[in-house]
């Protein structure tokens, strides 16, 4: 009881049952929380472990072990006796690991009480049991992209420009494409930035909860880390952020989300984690992009603020691994060093400008650094420039990247862009990374440029990407460039995918139930059903087909016809339903007929609207042929869902959108008719082939857009289908005269529509006709003579037109009900006799007559709803559910009439049922424009007229009894009670006050005392007096308040409630009025011409015709028109030309509006800030280099000058004399040097030498010449290591010196022996096919290397006879060819094998084999059953072979005058 809120002193049940529900779901959720936590930690606890010291050494101190933590820290087992002369501490043997002791959630608290994910973990730990634990584990989403974010680990100063541009940039990125950030996660140096990036923008975000900010840091080096050492898990654990006293450790950032704390058993060392967070990386990377069928992994970016020599380190191994870096210039360090020498050719690159750089970036740090490692940096730093494809520089002082998001995204499409997969398959590539990222400004500026065209079919998955990922905007583009929705979707699998690829909503979900339905049908029928026993469930799209067409209504036909294709049907949930196509389903396109009448606007549209995706639907609908009819038919689907559905926000927005697509159906009408009323008029009529042969009326009409049907065209059309062939310009008074004395149609005094025609023709002919005499030309060139069709009417037409015109028929209906009304009357007040009479029995006819129109109304279908629906519509119309009461009650009455002892009972029914016909009378004012609307409102007030009767019935009810009980002494007449009870307390109301509760005013002869007279009420309780004996000043006092509240109050809120039931249904009135004129005027275009009772003879007729001679129903064609194929076309196109303009009017109306105006306003301001800020930042630092770069230029004109005057006072003086060499600045920061350019060996000075854990001495470029002095050089030998051991003298490594310089490493390496190594490469070649348009040549897989190569080998004799590799059986073929090779290429190779002392040099051969020769057909056999080892491939640039063989390989293309 205690959980109970404590009320007040009222019990409100309402508010305690919503509280007891409100604390019932928090309890489930808390329960739910619980068994999470639980099973949460069972499995970290068993595949999570830490790592302890298992053997206490002593330290420094006294108490503290070698590992780092103090004795009370250690396991018992781990502290040895005093006496114990062991091993000394070794951290491989004496760390072990045992299950984690720290995990679950890390509450940080203070202002906003922010919440993370945590886990200590061991160094050892799989990245892919890591990778488990963030996705399956924490439940985060698999990222588009991973942001690795290094730098400064210590606090640094960020100039505040570039800190909001940084954090802005960054959280950007972050939203738009779904990735995760990882950084250090403690609450320092870079790791503190992007924990304040995460802060400041993610907050006030709507995609907050899409921020991934994922900390590795190191166990041994938190602060206060004891908080989250919960051996069950700490759910939460508070953690308190302590910055002033952390001494030499630091605090976890409280703005991260989730924490990898890697342990490796020690205390107080730095940079732990950095190897397992570079492994974690490493296998994220790998992982695919998306989804398993994607061939794409995901991308990882480095972004770099600040740093010291370990932050080099990491971009130099991150871009040795391919992964693209972005360095922030101006964010100080190694950052800067790196920015300042990035656009500068790579011979400049000097160690003593890089001296000069770290004095001037890193201040006193520099003094400690020695001149090896400066040597080092210098030529990791030009390893860095020369891999320019991988390194992107912000710069705020240029404007061409934009914001850090642009630039991190422009240098992984950069990284993309000149990668191994060239040609279509890296705009493909980069493509899909721009879809993934959902980044459609980098796809328009990097990708869909005017350098290529794209094909329709190329662009085909991404257009079913960014459909089925939800991304509107790519659809945009991707429509803008090329593709075709016709050839996207003529493909019937494509179709499939996107409803396989729906998300959850009430759709699937009913489309689910479908299939159920229909399989557990198929269940009832063993046969059957056994083929598909082991298929499972089946999913076609003649499923979806039903599934609209219960949306739309049954009286459409199905969008798409039965077929054989289908689908798996896979329902693990009701939330979650996937769709797997069958492997056994056709992908053959749609049959051609088929095809014909299927729109592919139209599919993606409804693919869109039945998901209730807004912007999606929105692009489809400016794609569909039919657009009105799509329009109307979307807000049916939508109104339909929204009725079925459980949601009531999801219904919310399903009715907003199909508010808005009848907006788009007015708004595309307006058009039309305003540009042609008769064509606009057939737009509403036509029977629609796309929408299930429906019109666009009737999908108005089904969806209850009044909106739509109280437009000025579509009345336009209802009052012409009204006054059939009669002119709407008729007056009724001319009408109603012509009904009476019809001869009077032969004159002009009714005009009919064809007149109007006929008129409107001899008027156009008339002024062509006076065109043509003013002008002498002629126009008329296409006039064919007078129409037939348009001939004036004769007067037997004019009558048929006359009585069977809509109006007429109303009009002569409400005679005949006046006069039925008429007859009934007298009956029952004249002529009600025991045996029925003349009159009487004719009211009985009559009776039938209606009866019959009834019925026919009933079965009359003509729209193809079915009789249930015909039904439901006919009971949902008051006035007919007022038709079925009247007869009903007639006929009661009847019964009763022709018995003796009912006779009167009868009479009173029949006058009951008079009532209702009188009320029945009030439809015949719906036609009227001022009455009709009034009727409208007079239906709502009696609906709040019930529910105020209900509130004045308390007051009646109270009041009365209460009276009854005080003045009347236990009267037990039951007529008297209600009549004292609650009939007098009613007239009180109006006025009738009672005598009996005052005295002046009792008279005790208008009662009786004992209640014996049944005709006088009870007196009250008297005393001897003969007076009440009842407190006068009670009853008075209680009249009082009862016509206070009844009668002031309620009367009045009576009257407020009518007022504002007037003022809100006002408005409507008009257009609801407009909406139900159609069901009337309906109504009387199907009735018989002839009024009741002479109907009846109609009614014979089409009984006969119907029923027994089954002669098919006459199809009106005012409210459906089938169109030529011509005309529909040409109506279509129009249609299409008229949706342009009102898209347009749409645009320009938005453009215009105050709020765009505003928006661009503050876009602008903000731009010219940005702009204003930037320029204050960067002027000083662009001042200070134009002033470096003119210094420069005055030193080298110096140098030139002094040589100039030194040569002059020579008297020897010669041109060929040495000249000084003066280097020329320019301006421009985007320099690369690619390969091409280096003059020295590149491959030869890779810091690791291949198969060995040898490193290379650093040789920066300066230094590569053997004529260069480089006292500081030692090169390493690996002959001294266990992997290669030569035995070689060191005298004899001098007689041998690599002719490219210096590489870092002596000895003969990996090579066979010193000095040249000799090799040979064939380039065989063949033409595809016989005339020579494409050259191939063969490649053979390298073992070795996994990969493809060019055959050859090493030569290993003194004849050059080569050592093919892996295949002996090709040199048989090749050897009788060597002699016919053409030599391409002879000397030295830049390989990474190559050593001070020993090189590679290679021979490249190309021979060229006919494809008649018995060589061609034996190498061919080899390569059929080699199983892939060989392969014949294409002589192009999209070839992957090393660089050197590419370099041959494009050499044999020159040879052979093809295109590289």
Known sequence: MEMLPQLENKVHPRETRKELRQYQLEINQGITHIKKCSAFASWTKKNICKKECCFFVKGVREDVCTCGYSKTDHVDEAIKPEDFTGETWDRHRHVREVPTDAFGDISFGGLGQKTGKYVRVSTDTSPELLYNLLTEQWKLSPPNLLISVTGGAKNFYLKAHLKNMFHRGLIKVAQTTGAWIISGGMHTGVMKHVGQAVRDYALSSTMQGQIVAIGVATWGIIHNR???????????????????????????DNNHTHFLLVDDGTQGHYGVEIELRSRLEKCISGKHLGNEESHMTIPVVCVVLDGGPGTLNTIYNAMLNGTPCVI????????????????LPLTRVTIALIHQLMKKFFGQEYENFPDLKIIEWTKKIQDIIRMSHLLTIFRISEDNHGDVDVAILQALLKASRSSESLGITCWKRQLELAIAWNRVDIAETEIFTEERQWKSSDLHWAMLSALVGNKPRFVSLLLENGVSLRDFLQD????????????????????????????????AFPIKSRAHSEQGEMISMTHVSDEVRHLLGSYTQALYPPSKKTNHFNMSMETSVSLSQSPTSSQAPLREDVAAQRDPGRDLFLWAVVQNNKELAEIAWEQCRDCMSAALAASKILKTMAEEGSDADEAEDMQELANHYEKHAIGVFSECHNSD???????????????????????????????FISQSGVQALLTQIWCGELSVVNPVWRVLICMVFFPLICTDFLVFRRDEVIQRDAAKNEEIKTVETVTGSTIRTNYLGPDPSREPLHSWSKLVYLYSSPQVKFYWNIVSYFAFLFLFAVVLMIDFQATPSAGELLLYIWLLSLVCEEVRQLFYDPDGFGFRKKARIYINDLWNILDVLSILLFVIGLAFRLTTELFYAGKILLCIDFVVFCLRLMAIFTISRTLGPKIIIVRRMMMDMFFFMFLLSIWVVAYGVAKQGILIQNDNRLEWIVRGAIYEPYLIIFG?????????????????????????????????????????????????????????????????????????????????????????????HSRPAAPPPFIIFSHLYLFIRNMVICKPPIISKEFKRELPQMEEEELLSWEALMKDRYLLSTQQEQSQSMERHILETAQKVTTITDRLERGDETSSAAMVQRLARLEEQVVQSAKALQWIMDSLKRPGFAAKETQPTLTTTDESPDIYTSEKEDRFHVNARQFHYPNSNVARFPVPEEKVPWEVSFSSYNPACPEDSEDHVDGSESEALDNYRNPAGRTGIRGRGALSHLGPNLNVDFVLTRWRDCDGSVLEYLVVRDESQESMALPGGTVQSADHTPLIRTCMKLYEEVNAKVSEGTKVFEGYVDDCRNTDNAWVETTVLNIHLDRTSQVMKDIDSMVASSHGALQWREVSGKTRLSSNQRDSLRKVAELHNRKF
Not at 336 to 342: L, T
Not at 689 to 703: D, H, I, Q, S, V
Not at 1004 to 1016: A, E, H, V
Request: with cysteine; glycine share 6%.
């Open 992 to 1084: 009738n006050f009672p005598s009996n509760i005052d005295y002046a005013a009792f008279d005790i002869n208008s009662c009786s005392i004992n209640g014996t007279d049944p005709l006088k009420p009870k007196c009250p309780v008297l005393n001897e007096n003969q007076t009440p004996v009842f407190p006068e000043w009670l009853t008075i006092i209680m009249l009082c308040i009862y016509l206070l509240f009844a009668n002031i109050l309620l009367l009045n809120l009576l009257i407020a409630i009518f007022n504002f039931t007037f003022q809100q249904v006002q408005d409507n009135t008009d257009r609801i009025w407009k909406f139900q004129r159609y069901e009337l005027i309906k109504e009387y």
């Open 226 to 252: 004891e908080a989250l050492v919960h051996s069950e898990g700490g759910f939460p654990a508070h953690y308190v952020m302590d910055t002033e006293s952390q001494g030499g450790l630091s605090c976890l």
């Open 492 to 523: 019937e699998a494509n179709l499939y995918k996107l409803y396989k690829g729906l998300p959850s909503c009430i759709f699937l979900r009913k489309l689910a139930k479908r299939v159920q339905s229909c399989c557990s049908k198929r269940k």
């Open 328 to 343: 922030l210039e101006g964010s100080g360090r190694i950052a800067d060093v790196i920015a300042q020498v990035a656009g």
């Open 677 to 707: 009323e008769e064509r606009a008029q057939k737009l509403l009529v036509r029977a629609s082939p796309f929408w299930g042969r429906t019109t666009c009326l009737r999908l108005a009409l089904e969806a209850d857009n009044k909106s």
